[in-house]
């Protein structure tokens, strides 16, 4: 089909990107599991290694199954392009890769998945990158850290482990006036339940492992491109604005206009980073977006019913659901997340750490594993698992304190699930 303005989302996550393969007519997009493309003659192979065709070299580097993928994601998310990768770790280090350099930094939001804070603290370092962390509530420190080495804002729209939801609209201003990109990671809220583009994000990110492949089977990523950013504003983001000389001299902005990046992290961030999907993974991820939004709904449906009935549970110190009216996040779910505030809170246990312990181990129906975005719902202990590597301080700050257990709700029953918490919370305080 083509893809027009008008289809609804539940259009698009069934039919954006795939059309009947073109060699057999088969309707569902066929796994291209397939290293290599042959080209028509020489001149087609130059034209394609100059970029002056757009076309199939190597998987490395695009393979018609992942491309598939990305048009779809570029289509729900409201972008004009995506770069699928091997991971949502990958994605982050694509995103960074054309616009960091050097003695450049990033400033990020203290609240973020336990791996993305070690990341950007430590990782990062060995590429003389480095990030300045802030509370994203407190716009005038978001303001102040930013200096003239920053080259972009980061932050999740719903935040791991939590379920914060950042202001997007303010912190898109604050990057916008300060001429720098904001790089939204959508994993936990996914396009249907946040646009991060309307917002004013100019980059998106995922971890494709979560919801949108929804079900456990897949380790991926994606970077998806608003194509809304003057990266020729400022002399602040040479790899796109000026010759590259990565790509013989190639100016990405003047000659691709608002798919610059697009470009770029396939011909210049795939193809020397590698991080790159496999077909398979990419048919598997296109199948689970395929039910993406009736998924979602169930898990906002289910989450708000428990986190609801968690609330007032004797055992339990406190939830952090932004759909719980008691949620000081809850007015900025009608604005950032107007379909729901997703499916992953944190409940505080009054018995602390040993009641965790004992509450995660005597669960029957939840996973205790480190994942999250499952059709099945999940726990787990983030202190001592996913923000291990953090400080207490770090800890704290990113919503995962000892006295918390996070909790992914799957789209089980809830009754059944509320029958299975009831169970072990008795349990970790017999
Ligand atoms: C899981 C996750 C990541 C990392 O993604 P991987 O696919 O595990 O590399 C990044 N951000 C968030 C919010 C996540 O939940």
Redesign the pocket.
Known sequence: MTDGPTYGFDTLQIHAGARPDPATGARQTPIYQTTAYVFRDADHAAALFNLQEVGYIYSRLTNPTVAALQERLAALEGGVGAVCCS??????IIALFPLMGPGKNIVVSTR??G??ITQFSQTIKRFGWSATFVDFDDLDAVKAAIDDDTRAVFC?SI??PGGYITDLDAISGIAEAAGLPLIV?N??ATPYLCRPIEHGATLV??????FLTGNGTV???VVVDSGRFDWSASDKFPSLSAPEPAYHGLKFHETFGPLAFTFHGIAVGLRDLGMTLNPQAAHYTLMGIETLSLRMAKHVENATKVAGWLESHPHVAGVTYAGLPSSPYHDRVARICPRGAGGLFTVALKGGYEACVKFVDSLEIFSHVA???DTRSLVIHSASTTHRQLTEEQQKAAGASLDVVRISIGIEDADDLIADLDQALNKAHG
């Open positions: 991971s949502g770790h990958a994605a982050q973020l998945y791996g993305s999740e935040a791991n990671d994993t936990s990110v995922h971890s494709m492992t979560k380790t991926g990523g994942n999250l975005g």
